[in-house]
Structure formats: C-alpha cells, structure tokens
C-alpha cells in the first residue's frame, strides 16, 4: 500500500509535528504526545480532556481549541494513549476549577483514564469521567465491553466545551455531557477496509462488491455483510437502525461523518438521504454536520450519529468554536 510517510514507527509524532507548525494556537508536546489550548488553563474554566488512538483525526487532537477541549492526549494509532500523558494533560489544563475526562467506551481508554483520575486526585486535582458509548451497532466487539463509543464524541466535546466556556461548574458540564451521549445514537458503514501504517495492508478482507453494516471505527465487524447498496438503501438501514434504539420526541442534531476516504460529494449525496428518511419518520432536524471528523485512517464508508436535544442543548452547540477540526462563531 503507497502511504505518504516516512516509516511507520515515527507516524505519529511526524504528524504531531507537523499539527505544531500549522496551529500555533496549540502547545504540541510531540515527545509526550499532548496537545494543549496554548491559554491553558483558563481562570475560572472546568478543563476538558480526551484522547484515544491515532487514526481518527481530527478526533481528538483537531478539536482542542476555545469552546471545545482543552487538550487531547494522542495514543498510537488505533492503540489507547497511556495514563502519564493525561496526567500531564490534566494538570496543564487545571486552573482550579476541576477536570473533565471524557472517554469513549473502549476498554483501552476506560482503564487508562480510570488509572488516570486516581493519579490526578492524588495530585489534587478535581476529576469527573463521562463515558461515550452511542453506537447501535453492536453490543460487544473486538475493543469494548458494552456499546462502543463514536460519532458522538463529536458531540459531547462540542456541547461541553461550550458550558466549560461560560464557566459552568464541573458538575454540571459533567451532567451537560452525559445528557448528550445519553440522547446520542450512531450506526456506521463500512465500504473498503482501513489500513495501518504498522501492516501496511488492509486490516480485514472486504471484497469489492460488499459492504460492512455496522462496522466499528477500528474496523471491527458489524451486524452483517451484504452485497453493495445504493446510498438510498444504506440511509434507510442505517437510520431506521438508530430509531430502533431512540424514539426523539424533540429535534436532532445530524452528524454524516466520513470514515476517511469518502469524497464529500458522495457524503452530501448519504446526507440527502438520511434527511429523506428523517422526514419519512417525522423526525425534525436541527442541525446537520457533514464531513470527516471521527475517521478510520484510509476507510471508505460513513456513520450517522443522531442526537435528540433541548433548547439548551441546542445553544451551546451554536456557541463560537475555534479549533483545527471545527470552527463557527469567530
């Protein structure tokens, strides 16, 4: 497979370096690997961190930034990061006012962050956990004990990050982020498998007139394979999946995420039809996002995360965000 690296061993702190020279709003510590708002911390703000492998860019390190994380501690790719970098991460985004983790739900992550928050609180430091864990798909998979955690991550770190923003105290932007994973639902499609730089070939075997339902964002199984669909038809399986699982009775916040190597052009064209089998559900939309935000490395396919909100939800969502990955308001 041609990839455009050196060697696969220094992938992520190449990458991490070059993060460093194109945002220099951002404190990059390559050999530690973490990734901090450079005004970090904020006077009277809860800090808000997150991470997880490498990989899924711009999830996490994309997203640090005024109005959404205040640091984001990158692991290898596809491996958890481990709890030293998000002690470090804590403790530089700490300004007195507590620290939120916020973790999605693969067992990597949610023991490395557990080792984390003890390791904080003995430093002094306030810590609240908020587990992501939005995905329909599957129940159990290779990576995780319960439901996995995916396109609503996006989610939670922008609606949080804006209460954090406003100076909410860390008990309730810990209670605003848990109300968003808790309204949130995702099911993703895989059309080509992804592949690591560390192998160098595709990490399963999809054949070419075959997709995956319900695939993972490391590339684990989902509910079935079947023979290609139409956009159209993906839509229709995807959202009525979700609904299976969530009955909004308010209107949803539509995320259409790319895995990776799908062109925006067939993603507006998947989020015409999602928004089609929305309205045949009587389901009302608030807003709609499309675009690679939680990836795959090189995957083909989408996800479709929707997230049931309220008034206020829906406030701190259209709050100003200023970061590499998501940007409004400013």
């Known amino acids: 497979m041609k990839m455009l690296i050196n060697v696969a061993e220094t992938v992520v702190a190449d990458a991490l370096r070059g993060m460093a020279a194109a945002h220099p709003e951002l404190a990059v510590d390559v050999e ?4 901090v708002r450079r005004d970090a911390p904020v006077a009277g703000q809860v ?10 860019e711009p999830l996490h390190g994309g997203f640090v930034g005024p109005g959404m994380l205040s640091a984001a501690c990158p692991g290898e790719v596809f491996t958890s990061p481990v709890p030293d970098q998000m002690v470090r991460a804590a403790a530089a985004v700490d300004s007195g006012a507590g620290v939120l983790f916020i973790v999605k739900n693969y067992t990597g992550d949610v ?3 557990d080792m984390a928050a003890e390791l904080a609180a003995d430093e002094g430091i306030q810590i609240a956990k908020v587990l992501v864990d939005d995905d329909v798909a599957v129940t159990d ?4 004990a319960g439901r996995r955690g995916t396109g609503a991550t996006l989610f939670v770190e922008k609606i949080a990050g804006a209460a954090a923003a406003e100076g909410q105290p860390l008990d309730r932007v810990a209670t605003v982020a848990r109300q968003v994973n808790e309204n949130a639902r995702s099911f993703g499609v895989a059309l080509s498998a992804c592949t690591t730089p560390a192998k ?9 007139g075959e997709l995956e339902l319900g695939v993972g964002i490391h590339g684990e199984p989902g509910r079935e394979r079947r023979s290609m669909m139409t956009s159209g038809e993906i839509a229709d399986f995807a959202v009525h999946a979700i609904l299976e ?5 308010n209107p949803v916040l539509v995320l259409v995420n790319g895995m990776g190597a799908t062109p925006l052009l067939e993603l507006y064209g998947f989020n015409a039809e999602v928004q089609r089998v929305l309205a045949e559900r009587g389901v009302a939309v ?3 996002l499309v675009g690679n935000y939680v990836t795959s490395l090189d995957m083909a396919g989408a996800s479709v995360t929707l997230c049931q909100i309220d008034e206020e939800m829906l406030r701190l969502w259209d709050a100003p965000v200023r970061t590499p990955g998501l940007r409004w308001g400013v």
Not at 141 to 144: E, G, V
Not at 245 to 249: A, V
């Open 32 to 35: 530690n690997r973490v990734i």
């Open 47 to 56: 800090g808000l961190v997150s991470g997880g492998g490498s990989g899924h």
């Open 111 to 113: 023991l490395n962050f």
């Open 141 to 144: 998979s290779l990576y995780t």
């Open 200 to 208: 160098g070939s595709p990490t399963f075997d999809l054949p070419p």
């Open 245 to 249: 699982d969530m009955s909004p009775r």
């Open 286 to 288: 608030a807003r709609t």
